[in-house]
């Protein structure tokens, strides 16, 4: 039983270390959105953006990452970022985002289907 129970517990550390971690990168999105928030003239609901609040992928291992979150209580805000040299900065291409939509996420944070 012991033996079972080791095996079961290596089994899940193993797939906890394999599966990518997007934290740093997502959370400079998140950050960067919180300063578009502050900008002058933006309506919106909320001051500032948490990260549970956001639907969030990851796609090409990192090189876009999509946030959608409710800006106001009958608008959805949805932002595509794109890494570059000086981190990530927003891609407006909604060809990209189209062929985005019909890839699977590399990983997928607060989506229904994750």
């Known amino acids: ?66 946030i959608a979150y409710m800006i106001r209580s009958d608008h959805e805000a949805d932002s595509l970022y794109e890494s570059s040299d000086n981190g990530y900065e927003i891609n407006a291409s909604n060809d990209l985002k189209k062929q985005l939509n019909s890839m699977e996420p590399d990983y997928t944070e607060n989506m229904e289907d994750s």
């Open 1 to 66: 039983m012991k033996k079972w129970l080791v095996l079961v517990l290596l089994g899940a550390l193993a797939l906890g270390a394999c599966s990518p971690s997007y934290d740093q990168e997502i959370e400079e999105v998140i950050e960067k959105e919180n300063k578009s928030l502050q900008e002058p003239g933006v309506k919106k609901d909320i001051e500032t953006l948490e990260r549970e609040d956001a639907q969030i992928a990851v796609y090409e291992d990192g090189k876009y990452i999509k």
